[in-house]
């Protein structure tokens, strides 16, 4: 096989296999609950060695993987034996400010950090997610949730163009002006997720300016949690949409780095003055005093906000984590199933996370992208972490599904960025699966359409994939 590896390194591409030294360190992703081994991994630099990469796993019908950021839940990047091909080396970066408005050439293998510093070093800033390590590649294919979205949507809102490998190893520049199929494809990578209809390369995104910003952080004790969520749930989606807001809930006697309780907490982030920040949040404040009495508030720059929600992060670890789409607020029983789920923990690390919506999340409508979600007032996730040990560690993954499926009646679908495999039943092919409902609504007929005109042999094809439509009996579709 070496001699066919030569084949790649001969166009450039840097080919990592199990015999080099760097191997362990090159095929290891952000989720350690998983071990893959595979064959070897194709760091590519430029849309042509990707489109080679993509070539040479056709020509030799060798099973593969496209990889950016590492940060798949289900490490859905990764296989055993097959290639990996990597785009994390394509970092370009260039601002171009036009009269059209201002915008961001980001390669594919930028992440969500880098795309922050180069941003704000710019004087504007970009709606994606919190975790620094991140690639943009994956958050932006999914959606792209962050402390900005209720001001300027996901992410993938904010996408002007895409280069794409398709899975004809052709390259190309989509928009929503091109002609068909490669419009329906543009339609289809904002929100179909990542590895299901090419390789992408490239993006540009539009810019935002924002005259100052304000950060705030609450804390409660772990008793308060009903009173807060009663409150949250009905305020957060609906108050002023320059405002996006956290909410987190954590195991009894959770302390942070300094000893201080971190049960309950909420952090936001508001564009606009610390004084009109604490005018939206005084009623908040007053129905539910936090711990020290008023929140933490403070002025910062765009990459210090990125930093403060970075705080949030952490190194790699195991985890199994699920998340699901709240339509409705959640009725009274079921706060209570919350608060018990909570109660029996596994592991200090487990945790309820959760973000508001509306405002320009909600302005699209749900056919608009391929993200179908659109008219959910909050997101949930449902986090098992735990340090490694096997036996806590599957504890920890049962317990993160079944507070999804306790809540399973009061919420509606999930975010195909928090990828579960638990979502498929078994046996079942994929296109009669829970999941392409669950992930993508009433856009699923759109999207597996979409799939048979560009990638009919289905090249793009992996757990949880989005499956072509099927063959009539003499072959065609
Ligand atoms: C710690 C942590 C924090 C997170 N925080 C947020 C958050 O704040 N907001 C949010 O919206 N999401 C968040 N996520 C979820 C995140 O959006 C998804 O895990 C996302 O898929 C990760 O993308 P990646 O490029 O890092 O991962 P990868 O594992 O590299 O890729 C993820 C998927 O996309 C595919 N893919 C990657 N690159 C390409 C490409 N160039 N072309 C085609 N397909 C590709 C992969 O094959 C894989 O299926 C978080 C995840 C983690 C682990």
Known sequence: MSSAWSQLEDVGITVVTKSDAEYGK?????????????????????????????????????????????????????????????????KQFKVNQTEQGNYAVVGAGMRQDEVYQHVSAEGFVFPAGTAPSVGVSGVA????????????????????????????????VLTADSPVPDKELFWALRGGGG??????????????????????EMRWKYDQFIDVMRYWQ????????????????????????????REVHSEGLFIGSPEALANLLEPWVET???LDGYPLMERKSFHETTEFFAAFDSAPHPFKTTGAFVYDNLPEESLKTIVDRLDNAPSKQCALWMQSF????????????????????????YVGAWTPDTLLGMKCARWAEGFRSALAEYTR?????????????????????????????????????????????????????????????????
Not at 195 to 216: C, D, M, R, S
Not at 240 to 259: A, I, M, S
Request: proline fraction near 8%; hydrophobic fraction near 35%; include cysteine.
């Open 26 to 90: 090159a095929r290891r992703n952000y989720n350690t609950r998983f071990s893959r081994y595979p064959a070897a991994i194709a760091f590519c630099e430029n849309a042509e060695q990707v489109s080679a990469a993509l070539m040479f796993t056709r020509k030799n019908q060798m099973p593969f993987r496209v990889r950016s950021g590492r940060h798949s839940y289900e490490e859905l990047s990764l296989m055993d034996d097959g290639l990996i091909i990597d785009v994390s080396k394509l």
């Open 141 to 172: 294919q999914g959606g792209g949730i962050g402390m900005l979205s209720r001001a300027f949507g996901l992410t993938l809102d904010n996408i002007v163009s895409i280069q794409l490998v398709k899975p004809s190893g052709a390259i190309a």
């Open 195 to 216: 590895g299901n209809f090419g390789i992408v390369t490239a993006y540009t995104f539009k810019l935002h300016q924002v005259p100052e910003l304000t950060v705030y």
């Open 234 to 261: 009905q305020w957060a989606p609906d108050t002023d949409r320059n405002l996006t807001c956290q909410l987190t809930f954590e195991p009894r006697d959770t302390l942070d780095e300094n000893g201080k309780p």
């Open 288 to 290: 539910v005093p936090p």
């Open 358 to 381: 509306g405002g320009a999340f909600a302005d699209p409508a749900p056919e608009d992208t391929a993200f179908f979600h659109r008219k959910a007032r909050f997101i949930q996730e």
């Open 413 to 477: 679908g999930t975010y195909v960025n928090f990828i579960d495999l638990s979502l498929s039943t078994p046996g079942k092919e994929k296109a009669q699966q829970p999941y392409l409902e669950l992930y993508y609504g009433g856009n699923v007929q759109r999207l597996r359409e979409i799939k048979t005109q560009v990638d009919p042999d289905n090249v793009f094809d992996f757990p949880q994939s989005i499956p072509p439509l099927p063959r009539e009996p003499d072959g065609s579709r």
